[in-house]
């Protein structure tokens, strides 16, 4: 599966101006070298040297089917670290489709999702880090989540890893030659107080990586806003208008919307992930019920809260409405939003505004878009990230599941430390530590774990 040699369309599905057909594996040359004829009739591909663009043409037999440039990487200076041949041509999808069944017809293989990549990484050309990053940055839509992808792609990640790992190794090596010597009770090599402040280093740091996370997810699969609020407030209105489309329904009818509706924006270049919910309300309706116990569990889950008030209630209500919904929520930021303002009075805004002193609202007509870009302003006030990143984020689940092993069995060492262990026992939990970094970048990996970060990239890379 390893040897053979692949060939894939790199570039999307659909006409364009051109498109770009990759193979590679040892004969990636040979094969590409028995279609691709050089303006002197000649095929010369072989003969090329490493990292050469060369125009010609596709033909077999007397069909000539596109006048291309072929682009030649020679091993182990290229992508897969492999030979690679890539041929631009005319972005027709007959062509594309053609010259993939006339490479096959040639001996080469179609490549499943992120082989090459996957051949990259068995290859040496880079860590499983950097590799699920290239799915990243492929899947990058907006800044944040671009920055994070590609200091990962530069080995951000890895190199974090690296660093943990040589302390962890250097901290081991000193509890061993303990151990080597443990008969000769007069000598003792590591001083445990300077082995104590090792390891809180190393926890440190990890503590601080898996804290990242909760900012990287938030990055990558959007910072979740719950919309909550009483029955025909106006929630899924906004939904629509925040997203705008009609994603869900609107209607004046109490109740309308029983499950939790979910849609991803980009506002100033964060990705906000908004849940419209099911309106609170107190029902006999069992289906309306599990909605709105969704609906709070949302809100408990959420970075931000848009907690929703109908601006035409009476002000006893609006009040109780008030306190019965944030008793609710967690520890998430809350932002009252009291809509429908086109239909009420000066003085009654005024009256509310009273009730609300220092707490962030906002008065909205969702119907009508007003107030959104207020909106669009406090929710990038209380996104609650910090767009430096400086420090390397984690955003991968995979990573932030390995740190958190890592984290468990630095406190145990931490522990054993504390209780005066021997070296011997200390050294299990180390090697557990040692384990799940290994996991992060690649070095120890199963083949089921590969096929699951590599079946999730597209065709092609
Ligand atoms: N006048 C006015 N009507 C609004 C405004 N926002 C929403 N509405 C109307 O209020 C009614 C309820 O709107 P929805 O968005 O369905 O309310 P909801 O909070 O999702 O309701 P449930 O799904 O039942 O919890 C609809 O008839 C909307 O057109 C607004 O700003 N002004
Ligand atoms: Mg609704």
């Given at each position: 599966?390893?040897?053979?040699?692949?060939?894939?369309?790199?570039?999307?599905?659909g006409t364009?101006?051109?498109?770009v057909?990759?193979?590679?594996?040892?004969?990636?040359?040979?094969?590409?070298?028995?279609?691709?004829?050089?303006?002197?009739?000649?095929?010369i591909?072989?003969?090329?040297?490493?990292?050469?663009?060369?125009?010609?043409?596709?033909?077999?037999?007397d069909?000539?089917?596109?006048?291309?440039?072929?682009?030649?990487?020679?091993?182990?200076?290229?992508?897969?670290?492999?030979?690679i041949?890539?041929?631009?041509?005319?972005?027709?999808?007959?062509?594309?489709?053609?010259?993939?069944?006339?490479?096959?017809?040639?001996g080469?293989?179609?490549?499943?999702?992120?082989?090459?990549?996957?051949?990259?990484?068995?290859?040496?050309?880079?860590?499983?880090?950097?590799?699920?990053?290239?799915?990243?940055?492929?899947?990058?839509?907006?800044?944040?989540a671009?920055?994070?992808?590609?200091?990962q792609?530069?080995?951000?990640?890895?190199?974090?890893?690296?660093?943990?790992?040589?302390?962890?190794?250097?901290?081991?090596?000193?509890?061993?030659?303990?151990?080597?010597f443990?008969?000769?009770?007069?000598?003792?090599?590591?001083?445990?107080?300077?082995?104590?402040?090792?390891?809180?280093?190393?926890?440190?740091r990890?503590?601080?990586?898996?804290?990242?996370f909760?900012?990287?997810?938030?990055?990558?699969n959007?910072?979740?806003?719950?919309?909550?609020?009483?029955?025909?407030?106006g929630?899924?209105?906004?939904?629509?208008?925040?997203?705008?489309?009609?994603?869900?329904?609107?209607?004046?009818?109490?109740?309308?919307?029983?499950?939790?509706?979910?849609?991803?924006i980009?506002?100033?270049?964060?990705?906000?992930?908004?849940?419209?919910?099911?309106?609170?309300?107190?029902?006999q309706d069992?289906?309306?019920?599990?909605?709105?116990?969704?609906?709070?569990?949302?809100?408990?889950?959420?970075?931000?809260?848009?907690?929703?008030?109908?601006?035409?209630?009476?002000?006893?209500v609006?009040?109780?409405?008030?306190?019965?919904?944030?008793?609710?929520?967690?520890?998430?930021?809350?932002?009252?939003l009291?809509?429908?303002?086109?239909?009420?009075?000066?003085?009654?805004?005024?009256?509310?505004?009273?009730?609300?002193?220092?707490?962030t609202?906002l008065?909205?007509?969702?119907?009508?878009?007003?107030?959104?870009?207020?909106?669009?302003?406090l929710?990038?006030?209380?996104?609650?990230?910090?767009?430096?990143?400086?420090?390397?984020?984690i955003?991968?689940?995979?990573?932030?599941e390995?740190?958190?092993?890592?984290?468990?069995?630095?406190?145990?060492?931490?522990?054993?430390?504390?209780?005066?262990?021997?070296?011997?026992?200390?050294?299990?939990?180390?090697?557990?530590?040692?384990?799940?970094?290994?996991?992060?970048?690649?070095?120890?990996?199963?083949?089921?774990?590969?096929?699951?970060?590599?079946?999730?990239?597209?065709?092609?890379?």
């Amino acid at each position: 599966m390893t040897n053979d040699t692949i060939c894939a369309i790199s570039t999307p599905q659909g006409t364009g101006g051109i498109a770009v057909i990759r193979i590679s594996g040892d004969k990636a040359i040979t094969i590409a070298d028995q279609l691709f004829y050089a303006p002197n009739g000649q095929h010369i591909l072989t003969t090329l040297t490493a990292n050469k663009a060369q125009y010609g043409q596709i033909k077999r037999a007397d069909q000539t089917l596109d006048e291309v440039v072929a682009t030649i990487f020679r091993a182990p200076h290229s992508y897969t670290g492999e030979d690679i041949v890539e041929i631009a041509c005319h972005g027709s999808i007959y062509i594309q489709h053609t010259l993939l069944q006339w490479l096959i017809d040639c001996g080469c293989r179609l490549a499943n999702p992120g082989e090459f990549t996957q051949r990259a990484f068995l290859n040496g050309k880079m860590d499983l880090t950097q590799a699920e990053a290239v799915a990243d940055l492929i899947a990058s839509e907006n800044q944040a989540a671009h920055q994070i992808a590609i200091k990962q792609i530069k080995g951000g990640i890895r190199n974090e890893i690296q660093q943990l790992r040589d302390k962890l190794l250097h901290f081991t090596s000193l509890i061993e030659l303990e151990l080597d010597f443990a008969d000769h009770e007069d000598l003792t090599f590591a001083d445990r107080t300077e082995l104590k402040q090792l390891i809180s280093n190393i926890k440190q740091r990890l503590t601080q990586l898996t804290d990242s996370f909760q900012q990287g997810n938030a990055i990558k699969n959007g910072i979740p806003v719950a919309i909550i609020g009483p029955t025909n407030a106006g929630k899924s209105t906004l939904l629509n208008q925040l997203l705008h489309e009609d994603k869900a329904i609107v209607s004046d009818i109490h109740g309308t919307t029983r499950d939790i509706i979910e849609d991803t924006i980009t506002i100033n270049n964060l990705l906000f992930r908004f849940i419209d919910t099911a309106g609170i309300r107190h029902t006999q309706d069992t289906i309306e019920n599990i909605g709105i116990e969704r609906a709070l569990q949302a809100a408990q889950k959420a970075t931000i809260v848009l907690i929703m008030l109908d601006a035409t209630m009476p002000l006893e209500v609006f009040q109780k409405t008030l306190e019965e919904l944030k008793a609710e929520i967690g520890d998430a930021k809350q932002i009252i939003l009291i809509n429908k303002t086109d239909l009420i009075e000066q003085t009654k805004k005024e009256q509310i505004e009273l009730q609300l002193q220092n707490i962030t609202h906002l008065f909205i007509s969702a119907k009508s878009a007003q107030g959104i870009d207020k909106l669009q302003q406090l929710l990038i006030d209380n996104s609650q990230i910090n767009q430096d990143y400086q420090h390397a984020t984690i955003s991968n689940l995979r990573h932030y599941e390995a740190l958190k092993r890592a984290l468990q069995a630095i406190t145990q060492v931490e522990q054993g430390l504390n209780d005066q262990l021997s070296g011997e026992l200390l050294s299990l939990d180390l090697n557990d530590c040692l384990k799940a970094l290994a996991e992060i970048t690649g070095e120890i990996s199963s083949q089921e774990v590969l096929n699951n970060i590599f079946s999730h990239f597209c065709i092609g890379k």
